[in-house]
């Protein structure tokens, strides 16, 4: 048992040598660390703004013409699920299976909608994450940052570079 517990401590030992020689090595190599909020720059950038009302503007007139068809075909529903019982059987199965591909027809368009605007957005927001890099490249350059981090789970405010890329991206929006 006591063999047991000193190997153990013998690798603890090891161990904490190994990471305070890597920490050594990291320090000498990579002098200069800061952090970006890569979601807080894409939600406050002018350019992600603007993508997003460009968006807005190019399926608003699609979204509401899908809205009031779908309405339509609810109150057209509504209207049969009430009236059904006074129509004769064969009356009946007509307007349901009328109803059945009216609803398979908007859910087409619906999908077809959704694809459609998740192509436009993603295509903005890969045009928009792609000058943001330059930017933030362009920043570690001229500050001689060594490293740039976007995903972190703790990093304290003093190595925080989104609030400068905010800046410039601003700059240049306005340019």
Known sequence: ML?????????CITTLVCFLLL?????????????VDARRLIDQAPQGKLEVSKLEEAFSVRNRELRSKFELFRSQKSEFEKNSVLMS??????KAKGLRYLQRDLEREQQQYNEDY???????????????????????QKDNIDLVLQQVVYASEKIN???????????????
């Open 3 to 11: 063999d047991f517990v000193a190997q153990r401590m013998k690798r």
């Open 23 to 35: 920490g050594s090595v990291v320090e000498a190599h990579a002098e200069k660390i800061a952090y």
């Open 118 to 140: 998740a192509e436009v957005r993603n295509e903005g927001l890969a045009r928009l994450e792609n000058m943001i890099s330059r930017v933030i490249v362009q920043i570690a």
């Open 161 to 175: 570079l989104t609030d400068d890329v905010l800046k410039e991206l601003e700059k240049q929006f306005n340019q």
């Open 89 to 94: 059987t064969e009356e009946a199965e007509e």
